[in-house]
């Protein structure tokens, strides 16, 4: 998005929001002209000696006054909401997206926006624009004033302004490289500290701490190397506007100078132009300084997390010509990443059944399941499936895996993922899935993780079943579900699952002859293995 399409994406739907910031910043921008004006007025009675009319002069300076701190007042208030505005689109629009099409890949990008490019963006997009309005604003009334005054000196204070304009132009590229370099290592370090923070397990036992401290320390130095260059080149081109502003100032004075000694400007009317041109060249340099923030915001404004996501490109699934009890039925599939690594798999699932699929460690027993949730294409053959499943894989098909995820907040939210579920129907499930002792309102809601309650990796397991069975699902997708707990817990899971009223396709590194021979098929992926 550009800068136009981005304001539009922020701020659709709020013009009045947008009339009532112009309007509040138009009645603050008259400062610009009513201290100038008051201030020449009362020169020109004290040099004349018309002591009379001082009082009418300092009324009208109090009425004015007052108005513009309520204006004043308005602005920033209406310039909150505009921030909230934009932040609560920016974040909003930023998660919709991730979850309209989530992927691990994406999870510390969108991240990243959330709690940094945001906040940058608020500062280097929607408060110099709310600035930019009130600075316009305060030029245009400014100009107004100084040609009534003396339209030569006038025209001479405004060529001598528009000087800084031509700053931002020259700089406007060296800018944003800064500003874009800044951006791509701050991910890159955000990136290197989560792995060395989330994987300090492994970090720790294979003794590689001091590599990575090292490879986060670099990342580190070259982020904040990147956003010293980043404001160097930002209070750079700010310098460089302000340097031109005040040789243009002193050119502008030394000719209304010039104008007062050849009578053609009184002494009250120089001090009044002198005054109100500031007014004006000052709007006029803070122009070209927010047009350099504007500028800078371009790399962070195009962020993958504000982009619509994109239909798949692909579609495994084929629906199954007339009734039938097949739910699922893989035809001759190769499946894989780049190349195959499982060639000419053949499955059939009906209704009702529990099929576990064995094979060792990497053989592809993920990448199965993947490719039947569509994240990832199938290579080749055809994946048939009832038509129901065609249009709402999704919604029909649970996943539960080894890696539970739990939710900060209470059981009861860890358990309704915010639907309205009657605590007798969550009763009822919890004993189902053999926590019986958790069914109480109390338990329901407290907390669970660190600040509350503790469950172990079985209760995790059970939980997720749980989950499952609050949304009405018919067919699980089992992924190692019975990896890394006890016998017991093991044969606890395992016995829940059995009992599972719908279909079941389960993942399984590792299960004793008895409990293979609870399965309606046992398929072994080593044969389909690519050789």
Known sequence: ???????????????????????????????????????????????????????????????????????????????????????????STAVENFLASPSEERMSQVTNFINVDAKQIENQFVNPIVTLVYCIEQAIFSLVYVLSINFTVSLIFLACG????????????????????????YERYNTQMNDAIHGFSTVTHLGVANEFRRLVKKALLEEEKAYLIMNFRQTTASFLSQLTYAVSAVIALAIGVLFVVKGQVS???????????????????????????????????????????????????????????TVLELRNCNLGYDKTILKAVNLTLKAKEKVLIVGRSGIGKSTLFKTILNELPLLAGKIVVAKPLLTDLLEKVGIISQDTYIFSGTLRFN??????????????VLKQVDLEYLATSEHLDQLIGEKGLKLSGGEKRKLELARVLLAKRNILLVDEAL????????????????????TILEIEHAVSNEQREKYDQVIDLDEFAEK
């Open 483 to 502: 990896s890394g707990l006890d016998n017991k817990s093991a044969n606890n899971i395992f016995a829940l699952l059995q009992q599972f009223p719908g």
């Open 162 to 185: 528009l000087l800084p304009f031509l700053v931002p132009r020259v700089t406007q590229k060296w800018v944003e490289t800064g500003s874009s370099k800044w951006s791509i290592d």
């Open 415 to 428: 358990l309704t993922l915010g639907r309205k579920i009657a605590d007798e129907k969550l009763f009822q």
């Open 267 to 325: 002494v009250g009317g120089l001090i009044s132009l002198f005054l109100a041109s500031d007014r004006l060249t000052s709007p006029i340099i803070t122009i070209a300084q927010v047009f350099n923030q504007l500028n800078a915001a371009n790399p962070l404004i195009a962020n993958p997390a504000l982009e619509k996501p994109t239909g798949r490109a692909f579609n495994n699934l084929t629906v199954a010509d007339g009734a039938t009890d």
């Open 1 to 91: 998005m550009n800068k136009r399409q981005f304001f539009k994406f922020l701020f659709s739907g709020h013009r009045t929001l947008w009339l009532g910031i112009t309007l509040a910043s138009a009645i603050t921008s008259l400062d610009g002209i009513v201290s100038p004006y008051i201030i020449g007025a009362v020169t020109n009675i004290l040099s004349q000696r018309q002591f009379g009319q001082l009082p009418r002069i300092l009324v009208l300076y109090l009425l004015l006054f007052l108005l513009l701190t309520l204006g004043s007042w308005l602005w920033q208030y209406l310039w909150a909401k505009v921030r909230q505005v934009a932040n609560i689109k920016m974040r």
